[in-house]
């Protein structure tokens, strides 16, 4: 049995998976009208890595016998001042992300409730990786992306990221 609270918590944290996948399918949109396929790849495969997030927890509230509710999600922008500004926000937002994954943590914690520390334990590693990866994207901007010819280099080495998994069965990504 999971506590009433925990569960409310992990049902917020799928409307945050969710409008997560939201706004990097809107990046990955902003990318096509900018005429950069790489940073729409990039962005499109970034939001099903959303999704196969909003999954797991939906996987873990079965597991546990809880309800899965979904909730509503706010429009994302439109448009960025620039790429690389998209990929600030990115960062800004994962930022934001790790902070909620802590704070299940901390509750998860205060409830003594070990099977659900363990399960967030892998959100922990991820968000890690999550904010090394949109640093990384804006630090190849800053190098090249000034240069004539620079945006289209970084659009090339986006469009070389590995397509996500089935994003309904996340489990088959370690
Ligand atoms: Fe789900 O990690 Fe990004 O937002």
Redesign the pocket.
Known sequence: MLNKKMATAINNQIQ??MY?FYLYLAMAEYAADKGLPGMQHWMRN?AM??MS?AVRFMNYLEEKGAAVELKTLKAPPKSWKSPKHAFEEALK??GH?TGCINNLVDLALSLKDHATVNMLNW?VG??VE?EATAKGVIDMINLTGAAPGGMFMVDRELAARPAAVDPMNPTAQA
């Open positions: 945050e998976e997560s970034q890595e959303e997030h937002h994962e992300i959100f991820e968000q999550e």
